[in-house]
């Protein structure tokens, strides 16, 4: 049992043990909140926290970490990597069905959806892109999809009984990332970081983890009758576009990595995916083969894809309170496992 003060405003984490959620219930805490967790399963211990384990997908599991809490975080999904549609539908689209109905039955009144930058992205230029596209009518993955279905859900749920706000990052980084840095350095590893995918001039949004924690907070606390946050979607970046390569490059130098030396057009490495994609395809009757090399990926490295924040601005009074260059220089300190030996 967690020894806190219960008479401090109670938030419940769902997901609270991943990567963005263990970050958000850390901020939490440091705000004076009493900080539940909900996850599948206990991956960290920590004495100022309730921890609660159990099936997003059943009712009995969420309430008792549901109870008196001011405001719940979602953010538990499967990583964006998985290639599991039936996954992907169960936690993000009848899972979140089922948080709503069980935040409504615990009398919850406030809900803040991760959503994703990606929702509107079909695999091509977004620039200074806002909330007012319109999602995208083919999703670039069942991520994505799922995604889309998600936000939706959760921004119709928006009531006199149940204020709903849905924060769509893009590009999260930081220290524990499981994900971007630790395949990034992977592919250096294996020498596959030699070519850069176009001519490196295409603009993308990294978002470091504290500022997207920071979205997520304030949005919290702005959920209210007659907010304007209130039904919303809201994009958070670091609002500091930067080139891609350029971005990587950085953080392969930080850690004693060569960067990509040569580059390969971008509607080349784009068909070359497209092959590879029909190839797996025809091979599937004999034998699966799920690649890493997909057009969604060369897309998402070799286009722009960056977000205007000004609603959050707006609405929210958002600011990055960590620039980049900071955020940056935080991420190659907290992985100093991965510096190349070979150096």
Same mark, same amino acid.
């Given at each position: ?94 899972? *979140?069905?089922? &948080? ?10 406030? &809900? ?49 009984? &149940? ?20 395949? *990034? ?152 496992? &991965? ?5």
């Amino acid at each position: 049992m967690a020894t806190r003060t219960r008479s401090k405003k109670t938030c419940t984490v769902i997901g609270g043990c991943g990567f963005l959620g263990r970050h958000i219930a850390e901020q939490l805490l440091q705000r004076g909140y009493a900080v539940n967790v909900f996850d599948i399963r206990t991956t960290f211990t920590d004495d100022r926290i309730q921890f609660f384990e159990g099936n997003l997908c059943q009712t009995e599991c969420l309430l008792p970490a549901l109870e008196g809490v001011f405001a719940v975080f979602h953010c538990a999904s499967p990583p964006y990597s998985a290639d599991d549609r039936e996954l992907f539908y169960r936690v993000n689209v009848d899972g *979140t069905k089922i &948080l709503i109905a069980a935040c409504k039955q615990a009398g919850v009144k406030r &809900l803040v959806l991760t959503s994703s930058a990606s929702v509107v992205y079909e695999g091509k230029d977004i620039k200074n892109g806002t909330e007012e596209l319109p999602y995208a009518a083919k999703p670039i993955d069942y991520y994505t999809e799922t995604k889309i279905l998600q936000e939706k859900t959760v921004l119709g749920a928006d009531s006199a009984d &149940l204020h709903t706000v849905a924060i769509r990052p893009h590009g999260i980084f930081g220290p524990r990332d499981p994900h971007m840095l630790p395949t *990034t350095i992977a592919t250096a590893r294996a020498g596959k970081m030699k070519f850069m995918i176009g001519n490196g001039k295409n603009l993308v949004d990294f978002t470091y983890v504290e500022n997207v924690v920071h979205g997520h907070i304030i949005a919290a606390e702005k959920l209210e009758a007659g907010s304007p946050v209130c039904g919303k979607a809201y994009n958070i970046t670091n609002d500091d576009p930067i080139y891609f390569w350029s971005f990587l490059s950085r953080l392969l130098t930080g850690l004693q990595y060569d960067t990509p030396k040569y580059s390969i057009p971008y509607t080349v490495i784009f068909f070359i995916a497209l092959l590879v994609q029909f190839f797996c395809f025809l091979l599937r009757p004999l034998v699966t083969i799920r690649p890493t090399f997909t057009p969604m990926r060369v897309a998402l490295a070799g286009t722009f894809h960056y977000y205007s924040c000004d609603r959050a601005k707006r609405d929210m009074g958002y600011a990055p309170v960590v620039p980049l260059d900071k955020g940056i220089e935080l991420t190659i300190k907290a992985f100093p496992h &991965l510096k190349n030996s070979r150096t």
